[in-house]
């Protein structure tokens, strides 16, 4: 049984640092795709960042240079370093993982997702 369980949400003023993390159990393939998403109401759910099978790191142009995406070496953590936060980076964040061999910055690659941290940066 696969879970995905983030936290470290929490509602923070412009320019502040957060660190969102998702445990991840159950979840046997070593070498896949994870990734955080992003999602305001209607809105569509978005990329922020994601690792790739051979551990590149790949970034949204919104957040690249102030956020960090990164895996505990035992696969069974993923965590989303967050600096200079704007108050459009307010959103609910996902993390996000995939069993399948696919493009790890497309959603459909996506088949098992955690239940959600809410951020809220204001000024």
């Known amino acids: 049984h696969v879970q995905l369980v983030e936290s470290g949400g929490d509602s923070v003023r412009v320019g502040g640092s957060l660190r969102l993390s998702c445990e991840v159990s159950?979840?046997?393939?070593?070498?896949?795709?994870m990734a955080w998403y992003r999602q305001v109401p209607g809105k569509e759910r978005e990329l922020v960042a994601d690792t790739d099978r051979d551990g590149t790191r790949n970034y949204d142009d919104s957040v690249r240079g102030r956020f960090t995406i990164s895996r505990g070496s035992a696969r069974d953590t993923v965590t989303l370093e967050m600096n200079a936060l704007k108050p459009e980076d307010t959103a609910m964040y996902y993390c996000?993982?995939?069993?399948?061999?696919?493009?790890?910055?497309?959603?459909?690659?996506?088949?098992?997702w955690g239940q959600g941290t809410q951020v809220t940066v204001s000024t």
């Open positions: 996000a993982a995939s069993s399948k061999y696919g493009n790890c910055r497309e959603v459909r690659t996506y088949d098992y």
């Open positions: 159950g979840f046997p393939w070593r070498d896949s795709c």
